[in-house]
């Protein structure tokens, strides 16, 4: 499949279905509710899809209403899965990232094309962009927009769409991903209406006053590991339950442990219906993508990662303990 296939299919006003992966961030829904604005503007018929609910601080973005979310909405899904004649895989690179809905994509007849910047992607879609050095999807998406002469139709709804991926996934543009295509990219969009004051607004000054009390919880059991050069965060289900924590409350609580210049690696334990999800974040060239793949069942970047144990959350510590102090 080539992208002038692509580019027919859009222009051919086709209908669209985008999926992005469980538990939702910005980048993957502004790289999602970004490149749907585009393709309605288009004329194109646009599902855009969540495997699982998101948090309330990334509902402003225009679309928002819009969203499926599997589980609420699983009839539409399948029936958007089987009538699409184009499929967008965005911020993931295996179906399983997706649950039950990888399932749908998987034997779904419409062409597939998939916009990622994760390390090792599976070839499950018919058309690949696959770039690890990009900052986030959403600056990919972008690109592609760009590169099908359709960014005329950014504006600043997609814009703010597009601006919030980009923020959150290059941590407010800090992150060693960001380069100056990045920069170059934001101009354009802000110039092309989008208020990025606001988005930082919406993102970062939204907390509520559970939320801050999760932080300070999190902050007050911290344990370090000051030789190593690591910050151990975490989360048990009986906080879930005295703090009553909702989804989004203890997002980027993990890199609050890198704030501290003498850490290299923080890594955020939270108990979660019978397993532990896992969050690591890392300076410099500490690979932190390799050390979850091989001890933890997962993956991401260089310096941002994600994994899981089956264990309890006491005995999945000490096995982190364990193991960190030999790498």
């Known amino acids: 499949m080539q992208l002038s296939e692509v580019k027919s299919l859009i222009e051919n006003q086709s209908k669209v279905f985008i999926v992005t992966h469980k538990n939702p961030d910005g980048d993957a829904m502004g790289s999602s509710l970004g490149l749907a604005s585009v393709l309605r503007k288009k004329g194109c018929a646009v599902t855009v899809v969540a495997p699982t609910e998101y948090p309330d601080f990334l509902k402003w973005i225009v679309g928002d209403d819009t969203v499926k979310v599997w589980g609420e909405h699983s009839d539409e899904i399948k029936k958007s899965a089987e009538e699409a004649d184009l499929l967008f895989c965005l911020d993931f690179n295996a179906l399983h990232r997706i649950d039950e809905v990888g399932e749908l994509v998987s034997v779904a007849k419409g062409k597939k094309v998939m916009i990622d910047h994760h390390q090792q992607p599976e070839a499950f879609a018919d058309y690949m962009i696959s770039d690890t050095s990009a900052s986030s999807t959403a600056e990919m998406v972008y690109a592609f927009v760009e590169s099908i002469d359709l960014d005329y139709l950014i504006d ?172």
């Open 156 to 327: 600043g709804d997609a814009g703010e769409a597009l601006y919030c991926g980009i923020m959150t996934d290059t941590g407010s543009f800090r992150f060693p991903s960001t380069t100056s295509r990045t920069h170059r990219i934001t101009a354009n969009i802000i110039e092309k209406g989008a208020n990025h004051s606001m988005v930082y607004r919406r993102i970062f000054e939204s907390n509520t006053e559970a939320t801050l009390r999760v932080i300070g919880h999190c902050m007050s059991t911290m344990e370090l590991m000051n030789e190593e050069g690591v910050a151990i965060i975490k989360i048990s289900k009986a906080d879930h339950y005295k703090l009553k924590i909702k989804k989004g409350d203890t997002e980027g609580v993990v890199n609050y442990g890198l704030t501290m210049p003498h850490i290299k690696c923080s890594a955020f334990f939270r108990e979660d219906k019978g397993i532990v999800k896992i969050s690591f974040r890392s300076k410099d060239d500490y690979d932190v993508n390799s050390f979850a793949r091989e001890y933890f069942n997962g993956g991401g970047h260089v310096n941002a990662a994600g994994g899981m144990s089956k264990d309890s959350l006491d005995a999945t510590i000490e096995y982190f303990k364990s193991i960190i102090k030999n790498k």
